[in-house]
C-alpha cells in the first residue's frame, strides 16, 4: 500500500466525513412489541461494541505513522473510528426513541480493551476488522427480522460504512505482513484466522436470538463470517507493504 492509495482512501473518509449517510427523519419508526423484545437486548450489546475502538488504536497509529513517515494514515484511522463512532450515535437515537436501556458494560468489553491497551497498530487492526466482518453478517440478519423501516435503513447505512472499511483495513493488514518473513505471514494469519473465528463463536451465542429468527444456525452464521473474511483477507496476491511519502 504505497502513499497513493493511503491518499485514496483519505479522500474517501474525508469526503464520507462532510457527507455522511442517515436515515432520513420522516421514515417511518414503527416497531412491533415482539420485534422490541426480540431485539432490545441484542441491539443494546451492540451499541456499546460500536463505542469500542478509539484511543489505543490511534495511538498505535500515531506511533506506526511516526516510524514510517507516511502520510495519511492517521486523518484515516481518526475518521474511520468517528464512522464508528456515529453508528452508535444512531443506534443510540433509536434505542432512546424505542425505551431501549443502554449497556454501559459487558463481560467482553473490558477484556477486548485491556488487549488493544496492549496490542500494537497490527493485531488492534485485526480485532477490529474482525468486530467489522461480523458486524456485517449481523446487521444483514437484523434488518431481515424487523419490519420497522426506520431499523432497516439504519441497518443499511452501517453495513455500507462496514464495507468500505473492511476494504481499506484489509489492504492495510495484508500491507502490514507483506515486509515479513513468509513463515511469519502464515503463522500470522493463521492466528487471526483462530482469533475471527473465536469472535465469531461469540457472536453467535451473545446475538443467537435474532440470528436464529433470521434464519442462521450457528453453523451457517460461522459460514457466513467465513466467507466474508476470506472475501477480504485470503487475496490471491499480496500487496506491496506500507511505503514511506
Known amino acids: ?11 474517501h473518509f474525508e469526503y464520507h466525513a462532510l457527507r455522511p449517510s442517515d436515515v432520513a427523519q420522516d421514515t ?11 431485539i432490545a437486548n441484542s441491539i443494546a450489546t451492540v451499541q456499546l461494541g460500536e463505542q469500542a475502538a478509539g484511543p489505543e488504536l490511534l495511538r498505535a497509529t500515531e506511533r506506526f505513522s511516526q516510524t514510517k513517515r507516511t502520510a495519511h494514515l492517521a486523518r484515516i484511522i481518526e475518521l474511520l473510528i468517528h464512522e464508528e ?6 443506534l443510540h437515537v433509536f434505542m432512546r426513541n424505542h425505551w431501549i436501556p443502554m449497556k454501559r458494560s459487558g463481560w467482553s468489553y473490558p477484556l477486548s480493551g485491556f488487549m488493544r491497551g496492549l496490542a500494537g497498530l497490527h493485531w488492534q487492526l ?3 476488522i474482525s468486530a467489522e466482518l461480523t458486524g456485517i453478517v449481523y446487521y444483514r ?23 468500505a472499511h473492511v476494504g481499506f483495513e484489509s489492504e492495510l493488514l495484508t500491507a502490514l505482513r507483506a515486509d515479513r518473513p513468509a513463515s511469519l505471514q502464515a503463522l500470522m494469519r493463521s492466528a487471526h484466522r483462530t482469533f475471527f473465528t473465536s469472535a465469531a463463536v461469540v ?13 442462521h444456525s450457528a453453523g451457517s ?19 506491496a507493504a506500507v511505503t514511506s511519502s
Not at 28 to 34: A, M, N, V, Y
Not at 221 to 239: I, K, V
Open 1 to 11: 500500500m504505497g502513499p497513493g492509495d493511503l491518499e485514496v482512501w483519505s479522500n
Open 28 to 38: 417511518s419508526d414503527c416497531l412491533r412489541p415482539e420485534e422490541l423484545r426480540l
Open 85 to 90: 463512532l456515529r453508528h452508535g450515535s444512531l
Open 126 to 128: 485485526s480485532m477490529l
Open 141 to 163: 440478519a437484523l434488518e431481515s427480522v424487523t419490519d420497522c423501516q426506520r431499523l432497516r435503513l439504519l441497518c443499511r447505512v452501517v453495513v455500507s460504512d462496514k464495507l
Open 203 to 215: 457472536v453467535w451465542w451473545t446475538h443467537r436470538a435474532v440470528l436464529h429468527r433470521a434464519g
Open 221 to 239: 452464521f460461522l459460514r457466513s463470517c467465513l466467507a466474508q473474511y476470506e472475501f477480504y483477507m485470503e487475496p490471491t496476491r499480496a500487496p
